[in-house]
């Protein structure tokens, strides 16, 4: 005959009913723990999410979508040759000669108007790739590009050639320092944009030029017959030059 096991009295010395209860923490969750970033302050805020990382990947990220921006203008059969410079102060110049970013003025859905321009240096998910009749094809589709590399730079200016005139603003930390400004006239075409990544942001502040070359070198296979060239001002040699490279490749990846 089984045997039965006799229930555990829970008032007895000994058992685990006299070890104390264990206190709940509570924490408060309201609405006031949800917040809203606007503008740029999320690309700032949380920089990986955009460009990978805040490492040697992320630094050099930044100048491969400035110059992705040039050699979308290239396949659009509006660029013949992009120009990267590196400084000695480990700034960046990408220059092209495209159309050149639009300066003329736009309205956005709040009603606002801004300088074309500043919606696609300032707002996510902004620029022409979103519009079929100025991109057949383009290497970035997602519109954070370009505005992502302005808020993670201390210094950031862009220069535009257009309909014989040259314009320019200055940027810092994704805030334009003032209204895009007509500061001349020009026969060139095209757009410059000079940037200094924020120390602040990135544990890493020296470009490799290698590691920029290799880029550079595979979207000349990829594209062919856009010239891309890549200048270190930080490496001169005995003659006073800069260390420099050219990438054409007229058959491409063939």
């Not at 924020?198 to 490799?208: A, L």
């Amino acid at each position: 005959m089984a045997t039965e096991t006799p229930l555990l009295d829970l008032q007895q010395p000994g058992t685990a009913s006299e070890a104390a209860p264990q206190s709940v923490q509570t924490t408060t969750y309201t609405s006031d723990n949800i917040k809203i970033l606007e503008g740029l302050e999320a690309v700032r805020l949380r920089p990986a999410m955009y460009i990978g990382s805040t490492g040697e990947q992320g630094l050099h990220h930044l100048v491969y979508e400035v110059v992705d921006n040039s050699v979308d203008e290239a396949l659009a059969g509006h660029a013949t040759r992009i120009d990267v410079t590196i400084h000695v102060d480990n700034s960046v110049t990408v220059v092209d000669d495209g159309r050149g970013i639009p300066v003329d003025m736009k309205t956005l859905p709040d009603g606002t108007r801004m300088a074309a321009v500043e919606v696609v240096l300032t707002k996510l998910h902004a620029g022409g790739k979103f519009d079929a009749s100025s991109y057949k094809v383009s290497g970035g589709l997602h519109g954070v590009g370009v505005s992502c590399v302005n808020a993670l730079s201390e210094e950031f200016d862009v220069e535009i050639w257009r309909d014989g005139h040259t314009y320019q603003q200055n940027y810092s930390k994704g805030d334009p320092l003032e209204a895009v400004r007509e500061v001349g006239v020009s026969k060139k075409r095209g757009t410059k944009v000079h940037f200094l990544p924020d120390k602040s942001i990135f544990t890493v502040h020296e470009y490799n030029y290698d590691t920029l070359a290799n880029r550079l070198r595979q979207l000349a296979f990829l594209n062919k017959g856009i010239e891309i060239t890549l200048t270190d001002e930080r490496s001169i040699d005995a003659k006073g030059e800069a260390k420099h490279s050219d990438f054409k490749y007229n058959g491409g990846i063939a």
